[in-house]
T-cell receptor, first 116, second 112 residues
């Protein structure tokens, strides 16, 4: 594809509900990242996939957050029992050369999640 | 743990002014340093990437420098235009997992 795409662009849910956020990376990019950006803050790392496996999930805030990438392409970020504090923009990025000095991460437009 | 700081949080300048945006980081063991632009309600657009072995990169009116030893990077914008108004974020890439650590960004307003 032309770039990283994310769906939905906006998601409004009620406290306690379950949500899924989808990311389609750039074709051929083996590395995929999820970040979370709260209002007035820079993005914060959540999880990194290399292929199908989560190579680093140290940024996931708690066990309500889970992400998968079953075929090494599309990824889904899943949030259970949502809380108002989960409200943020969730950004996805992909790259071709992780762990190198030339590694450039390309970001999608993000999903704005609002928990009422 | 890498920490990235950008000060000030906001900047307002008249059109045509040359300006410098500052970024500092605490861990010099970086792979690269990247500058991004973010427009309101939008994702991130990569502006410049400086590899750890490089000192600067240029693209059009933008020039970014890197001083690893002092933990600093600057983004220089020449002849600023109202269309440059946006939030500018710097991010340091560290670790084999290529984790990006971002600053909070500098919101730039260029007045016509």
């Amino acid at each position: 594809g032309a770039g990283v795409s994310q769906t939905p662009s906006n998601k409004v849910t009620e406290k306690g509900k379950y949500v899924e956020l989808r990311c389609d990376p750039i074709s051929g990019h083996t590395a995929l990242y999820w970040y979370r950006q709260s209002l007035g803050q820079g993005p914060e790392f959540l999880i990194y996939f290399q292929g199908t496996g989560a190579a680093d999930d140290s940024g996931l805030p708690n066990d309500r957050f889970f992400a998968v990438r079953p075929e090494g392409s599309v990824s889904t970020l899943k949030i259970q029992r949502t809380e108002r504090g989960d409200s943020a923009v969730y950004l996805c990025a992909s790259s071709l050369d992780p762990g190198t000095s030339t590694d450039t991460q390309y970001f999608g437009p993000g999903t704005r999640l609002t928990v009422l | 743990k890498q920490e990235v700081t950008q000060i000030p949080a906001a900047l307002s300048v008249p059109e045509g002014e040359n300006l410098v945006l500052n970024c500092s980081f605490t861990d010099s063991a970086i792979y690269n340093l990247q500058w991004f632009r973010q427009d309101p309600g939008k994702g991130l657009t990569s502006l410049l990437l400086i590899q750890s072995s490089q000192r600067e990169q240029t693209s059009g009116r933008l020039n970014a420098s890197l001083d690893k030893s002092s933990g600093r990077s600057t983004l220089y914008i020449a002849a600023s235009q109202p269309g440059d108004s946006a939030t500018y974020l710097c991010a340091a890439l560290t670790g084999a997992n290529s984790k990006l650590t971002f600053g909070k960004g500098i919101t730039l307003s260029v007045r016509p």
